[in-house]
């Protein structure tokens, strides 16, 4: 073992002393004051920061649980997705016996739907005068999805694939929404 000499001792020890000493007195500090030294305080008044507007976990859940619903009544097998304003998944159901695309097909005519601001129905009319927006990804151009709107801006939607026909996977989709309005 290699022999430390006194003043190697000393200065390592003011060290160690005076670094336990800080850490004492920043928490010190900190429960006087009541605030955690790494706080970070929000100025909601600062015009750098933007407020959104977005559907809350359990309004996303009821709304796709109400388009399940729907579909169910009327005897099909369907998936059905909530996204945000984003296109992230806020909500993902995969109805029983609904087919092993459903669940990817709700997604993107969700994705679809709120990035446009409108019914993918309407959205899949406009690929006749702009073939190319098929080509974005994540999309897709078929009926079935609908948008969530507050005060005419889009703050989520709704993406419901599985059904025989798009018609019918929109107004599954409308009927989440509808449902957002009770």
């Given at each position: 073992m290699?022999?430390?000499?006194?003043?190697?001792?000393?200065?390592t020890g003011t060290l160690a002393a005076?670094?336990?000493?800080?850490?004492?007195?920043?928490?010190?500090?900190?429960?006087?004051?009541?605030?955690t030294p790494a706080a970070?305080?929000?100025?909601?008044?600062?015009?750098?920061?933007?407020?959104?507007?977005?559907?809350?976990?359990?309004?996303?859940t009821r709304a796709a649980q109400a388009t399940l619903d729907a579909?169910?009544?009327?005897?099909?097998?369907v998936s059905?997705?909530?996204?945000?304003r984003d296109g992230v998944t806020r909500v993902l159901l995969k109805g029983d016996a609904a087919g092993p695309q459903s669940p990817e097909s709700a997604v993107r005519k969700a994705f679809t739907?709120?990035?446009?601001?409108?019914?993918?129905?309407?959205?899949?009319?406009?690929?006749?005068?702009?073939?190319?927006l098929k080509d974005i990804p994540g999309t897709l151009f078929l009926a079935g999805?609908?948008?969530?709107?507050?005060?005419?801006?889009?703050?989520?939607?709704?993406?419901?694939?599985?059904?025989?026909?798009?018609?019918?996977d929109e107004q599954f989709a409308q009927a989440g929404v509808a449902a957002l309005a009770k």
């Open positions: 290699k022999k430390i000499s006194m003043r190697t001792r000393v200065l005076a670094a336990l000493a800080a850490t004492v007195g920043a928490v010190s500090a900190s429960a006087e004051t009541g605030e970070v305080k929000v100025d909601t008044q600062n015009k750098n920061l933007a407020q959104t507007t977005g559907l809350t976990l359990d309004a996303a579909a169910a009544k009327a005897g099909q097998h059905v997705a909530v996204v945000d739907a709120v990035s446009w601001n409108a019914p993918t129905s309407e959205l899949a009319k406009r690929l006749a005068q702009a073939p190319n999805g609908a948008p969530v709107q507050a005060k005419g801006a889009p703050v989520a939607a709704i993406g419901v694939a599985g059904a025989p026909s798009g018609d019918l």
